[in-house]
């Protein structure tokens, strides 16, 4: 575990760590479920549901539009399509960084620290979404939530992460906005610093005692590289 050392890696999560994303999703998922005969859940029930990927949102989304909460399987597939169709034509295009964002990334390079993104959500929406943000230089790696077995809060997609980065997990730290992302990183036995503005489903995100709450990246950045 870290200990008052500079990493030698940073995993980033995505949404709500980086990027607040759902503005796009929420579109994305009210278009779903309009073209289905469902009614719109909206931005702000979206924003309780965005955490565990994208089977998971709708299947969440599902559970509160349906009056019986029976999701068959076979509707939840058709859900899950039309989102993901949906998404591919909105993703990006409302996304925005988080304040500091950038320049904690740029504190980052700038000492030549790899950096990574590990997130739950479906990976052939990460590329597209870094490069219109501005970001995606700044990364060696990209893991998405098809990358490995398991997805967070199950360990896999870190140690897939560092194997590609070639550092060892307790050399890195994992930086995310959920209780998702500090299971994970406690289970890789990685250092864990959360953000407090992020999805964590409507709970503190000091409930699960990450190491570090930040407020914003760039000072928590710029004090561990001064170490």
């Known amino acids: 575990m870290l200990n008052n050392i500079q990493p030698q890696a940073v995993l980033f999560d995505l949404d709500g760590t980086l990027v607040d994303s759902v503005p796009d999703l929420s579109h994305a998922l009210d278009a779903a479920f309009t073209e289905l005969g469902f009614s719109a859940p909206g931005e702000d029930r979206v924003r309780g549901w965005v ?11 599902l559970a509160f539009s349906l009056t019986d909460k029976k999701i068959e399987p076979q509707r939840l597939n058709q859900v899950h399509q039309k989102f993901l169709f949906h998404y591919s034509l909105s993703n990006g295009k409302a996304s925005r960084l988080y ?29 597209g979404l870094l490069s ?19 997805r967070k809060p199950s360990p896999q997609p870190l140690f897939y992460a560092c194997r590609l980065l070639g550092v060892e997990p307790s050399q890195c730290l994992m930086v995310g906005d959920s209780k998702q992302d500090v299971s994970a990183a406690r289970a890789a036995g990685m250092a864990v610093a959360a953000v407090s503005y992020g999805y964590n489903h409507g709970e503190a995100i000091e409930l699960s005692e990450p190491d570090f709450v930040l407020a914003e990246l760039q000072s928590f950045m710029g004090s561990i590289v001064s170490q």
């Open 51 to 61: 955490g565990n990927g994208a089977l998971k949102l709708v299947e969440r989304a």
């Open 99 to 127: 304040e500091g964002v950038s320049e904690a990334l740029e504190i980052l390079q700038r000492q030549k620290i790899p950096m990574a993104i590990v997130t739950n959500k479906p990976i052939e929406f990460v590329p």
């Open 132 to 150: 219109g943000l501005g970001i995606s230089g700044y990364f060696k790696v990209l893991v998405g939530g098809e990358c490995t077995h398991k």
